[in-house]
């Protein structure tokens, strides 16, 4: 991987394996929405060129575009080094509209695996994550079936996202009561203005040795400054799409973009290399999901790694926010 000095590496919280500080997230890479890539070669060429930075680590899900995002991400892989590689997807939502067509009963769990598999034409998924909390299934079925997928070796990790505290420590101390394999990460939302996790996830995560893998570290744009207060979301960006997206649209918030835009002017650093940066200095965060849709946009992201903020600037930033949980 040419340029790969630039980039950082480091250990996907307790294991061994080695990861690079950003990930590339996949669900920009299909056309299932207006705001995405829609563009299979351009795609490629964006992964291809991620590679070529030094980015390691690869995220995406069966329901990302309904397995085109897979799709895709296997063709990209192909020539490159597999022994160098961590992808990453998930399994849970709806693939279908007939009975066992979602959730994490062990027939689901198992078919998706093998569905995957296929899609990135690979012999195996390095992180397998269960993408939310299946409260129909017993989560020593969901266990025993990801059990299964490292013993066979068609997965050689797992991970969960977006649930409880309660729900995950449920699952890490099941899997030590059963001697089920762990998981070693956790896929939470985490930004500068999703501060929720660290009243629910991040403490557990902290103290069970699990890496994190925070999605939406830019908050869906907004800490780009590519919004203005007052004024509603041009057509065409994914704000305007996506009222998850306006939720961030209050006043707390937009104190805490000013400080963003405040600290990237005293660094010669952009909004969103700030927000990266600070999200980077959290503990234990590992690797902020980054969704670029452009070359401009992944190299920006990339050049987050060479932010230096100092103590005052991360606690300027952060100050304008209250964790709460859940989030309102």
């Known amino acids: 991987m040419s340029d790969a000095v630039d980039m950082a ?102 078919d ?25 299934t017993p989560v020593e079925e969901t266990l025993s079936a990801l059990d299964h997928l490292i013993e066979t070796g068609r997965v050689r990790y797992i991970g969960a996202s977006t649930m409880t505290a309660y729900q995950f420590t449920k699952a890490l101390y099941t899997s030590d009561i059963e001697d089920y394999s762990r998981f070693a990460c956790m896929q939470p939302e985490y930004s500068a203005v999703a501060r929720h996790e660290e009243q629910n996830l991040l403490e557990v995560c902290e103290g069970e040795g699990i890496g994190v893998i925070p999605w939406s570290p830019l908050a869906g744009g907004f800490l780009t400054g590519k919004y ?9 960006t994914r704000a305007a ?48 999901i980054v969704g670029p849709r452009t070359s401009e946009h992944l190299r920006e992201n990339v050049g987050a790694l060479s932010v230096d903020l100092t103590p005052e600037q991360v606690e300027r930033i952060a100050e304008p926010k209250a964790p709460r949980y859940p989030q309102r």
């Not at 980015?55 to 022994?83: C, H, K, M, P, Q």
């Not at 203005?228 to 065409?236: I, T």
Request: net charge negative; aromatic share 8%.
């Open 241 to 288: 799409a996506s009222e998850s997206v306006r939720s961030y649209f209050t006043d707390e918030n937009w104190a805490v973009l000013d400080a963003v835009e405040s600290v990237a002017g005293e660094t010669g650093a952009t909004p969103a290399q700030v927000a990266l940066a600070w999200l980077l200095e959290r503990e234990p965060v590992t690797a902020p």
């Open 112 to 136: 998706q695996a093998e569905a995957s598999l296929d899609r990135l034409d690979t012999d195996y998924i390095d992180l397998y994550q269960i993408h939310r909390w299946d409260e129909n």
């Open 228 to 236: 203005e207060r007052g004024a509603g979301p041009e057509d065409g």
């Open 9 to 110: 590496y480091t250990r996907l919280g307790d294991t061994g394996l080695e990861v690079s500080r950003l990930c590339l997230g996949c669900m920009n890479f299909g056309s299932e929405r207006p705001w995405m890539v829609n563009d299979r070669r351009a795609s490629i060429d964006l992964i291809h060129e991620a590679l070529d930075l030094g980015i390691n680590f690869l995220d995406t899900a069966n329901v990302y575009s309904t397995g085109e995002s897979e799709d895709i991400v296997g063709d990209a892989v192909a020539s490159a080094n597999r022994d160098e590689l961590v992808l990453a997807t998930k399994v849970y939502g709806d693939m279908g509209e007939g009975p066992n067509s979602g959730g994490l009963s062990r027939k689901h769990v198992l």
